[in-house]
């Protein structure tokens, strides 16, 4: 069995607490590793490697720290697969899915690769007689990112290129569900040639956590996860001074108007609400079935959902794989008996697909005739679930997205220009696809909802991610006319 330590200082650094998490093969339901769970004196550790770090990396020049970032986005190209791989073997998530991960994860570091546009400030010459003001971006210190199982390389780089480039030191604390592929990332980045300290990564629970937002040497937090615990880090770490964003959970509604392409919108739909099971942040929950369009989009959906297949993660022919742990596979399930009882139509029921051994599989359900006011349709479930409410109108589409407290992403599908453009205004969301499900930001935009799915006032990575990871210093400068100096400058008189 796999053991799985800390990152402190460049070294790897086995775990003197004693407690320890396993760590599951989803596919296969058996433990392969077990990994250290950190306590606060191990936490204060990699801490203070990275404030001394801090010291000497903040004076880097900004051609060094582009080299080693050039160095570190070749360094994770070339090792992709192995990534990929890890990812599979502890998410379960199929391994297209896993390498089109590490590709999103690379655009954020060539994006912090091109970081000194966005470092160079402002200028003012001659604000005022002889006055020139400028801007200065300048680090916070250590920064801090709390990442989720879902996207175990992906998120770890929507923060480290970006705060790193812009010269502070990282601690990163990732979901110890799955903790191989931000491990490798690391340790990537130690070969780039990053100082010791730069980056370090401490593996633990609440423990860890909760003294991370409390340590009175970090500045900034960076979480993504769950809206509860996203509120309690914002909270926590607010209180105790520090700059927050907290991106949280999310209920992504997908609205289809009658002239949509139905074909394109089932399909649409079924990628994006079965796609890596359903735990994808910006997954379609919520099928909005506009006008009529209700009968023929669930019968299309169902129809394809036949032919959708769930294995092994590992296995090329796998669409879709199992749940990240037995524990959320028994949840979800529970979630569709709720639908049952609450009264929706259970049109396909993934409780009823049968697999061999243990793995955490479910199969993909479709539930159909969903109200606003069943669980189904309130909780974020988290899984291959999707839930289809019918409307009459595009207008109460629109106030079904603005009633709902989350606000992460929302997509439309019509072939109508104007109603697509009138869309982009009326949804509230911090992402809108047009004919697009699942409209995560490229990485020179940045990634954020609105309301329950973001506490904060930024945005990750991108140039909202430079912003959080720097502070403005304007310096205003007055020197004497050059008349008066004291050094003769050679000009003739009147000059
Ligand atoms: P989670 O909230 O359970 O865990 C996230 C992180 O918080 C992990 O590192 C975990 O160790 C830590 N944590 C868990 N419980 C804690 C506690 N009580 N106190 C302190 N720290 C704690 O989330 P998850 O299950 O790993 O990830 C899935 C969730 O993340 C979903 O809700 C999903 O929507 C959300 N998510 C959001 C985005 C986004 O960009 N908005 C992206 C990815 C995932």
């Known amino acids: 069995m796999q053991k799985i330590h800390h990152l402190i200082d460049g070294r790897p650094v086995v775990g003197r607490s004693g407690r320890t998490s396993p760590v599951?093969?989803?596919?296969t339901?058996?433990?392969t590793g077990e990994l250290d769970l950190a306590d606060v004196s191990e936490v204060d550790t990699a801490v203070a490697s990275a404030k001394a770090a801090f010291g000497d990396w903040r004076n880097i020049s900004v051609a060094k720290r582009t080299r080693l970032m050039f160095r570190f986005r070749d360094l994770v190209d070339s090792n992709a697969e192995e990534i990929a791989r890890r990812l599979t073997?502890?998410?379960g998530k199929v391994v297209s899915d896993a390498r089109g991960e590490v590709a999103r994860a690379i655009e954020n570091i060539e994006y912090a690769c091109g970081l000194a546009e966005h470092l160079k400030g402002d200028y003012n010459e001659n604000a005022s007689t002889g006055v020139d003001v400028h801007t200065a971006h300048r680090p916070l210190g250590v920064v801090v990112g709390i990442t989720?199982?879902?996207f175990p390389a992906m998120v770890?780089?929507?923060?480290?290129?970006?705060a790193v480039a812009c010269g502070n030191t990282f601690v990163l604390k990732p979901s110890e569900k799955d903790p191989s592929a931000p491990m490798l990332i690391a340790e990537l980045f130690q070969e780039a040639g990053f100082p010791p300290g730069v980056l370090n990564v401490v593996h633990g629970d609440k423990v860890s956590v909760d003294r991370l937002l409390e340590h009175p040497d970090i500045k900034a937090v960076s979480f993504v996860g769950s809206t509860p615990i996203a509120k309690y880090v914002h909270r926590t770490a607010s209180t105790n001074g520090k700059r927050v964003q907290a991106l949280a959970g999310a209920k992504n509604h997908m609205v289809i108007l009658?002239?949509?392409?139905?074909?394109?919108?089932?399909d649409a739909a079924v990628s994006a609400a079965?796609?890596?099971?359903?735990?994808r942040c910006m997954a379609i929950s919520v099928a909005v079935a506009v006008g009529g369009v209700g009968d023929g989009l669930v019968e299309a959906i169902r129809v394809r959902m036949e032919k959708l297949s769930i294995g092994s993660g590992d296995d090329p022919s796998s669409e879709m794989g199992p749940l990240v742990t037995r524990e959320h596979r028994d949840k979800v399930a529970g979630y569709i008996g709720v639908g049952v009882d609450e009264g929706a139509t259970v049109v396909v029921d993934g409780r009823d697909t049968e697999f061999e051994g243990d793995g955490f599989f479910i199969g993909t359900t479709l539930i159909d005739d969903v109200t606003t006011d069943m669980t189904v349709y309130r909780d974020e479930i988290f899984g291959p679930v999707l839930c289809v409410v019918r409307v009459d109108t595009y207008h109460e589409a629109v106030k079904l997205i603005s009633d709902n407290p989350w606000g992460n992403g929302t997509a439309i599908f019509t072939r109508d220009g104007g109603a697509a453009r009138r869309f982009q205004e009326d949804a509230d969301a911090g992402m809108v696809g047009i004919n697009v499900p699942i409209p995560v930001p490229v990485g020179?935009?940045?990634f954020g909802g609105w309301k329950d799915s973001l506490f904060g006032d930024t945005t990750m990575y991108g140039p909202e991610g430079f912003r959080f990871y720097t502070k403005p210093k304007v310096i205003t400068t007055r020197w004497p006319d050059p008349a008066e100096s004291t050094v003769n400058l050679g000009f003739p008189e009147n000059h």
């Open 24 to 27: 599951f093969n989803p596919a």
């Open 29 to 31: 339901g058996a433990q």
């Open 89 to 91: 073997a502890e998410h």
């Open 148 to 150: 989720p199982f879902n």
């Open 156 to 162: 770890p780089l929507w923060m480290i290129p970006n």
């Open 258 to 266: 009658p002239d949509a392409d139905l074909d394109m919108a089932a």
């Open 274 to 279: 079965y796609g890596s099971a359903g735990e």
């Open 444 to 446: 020179y935009h940045s």
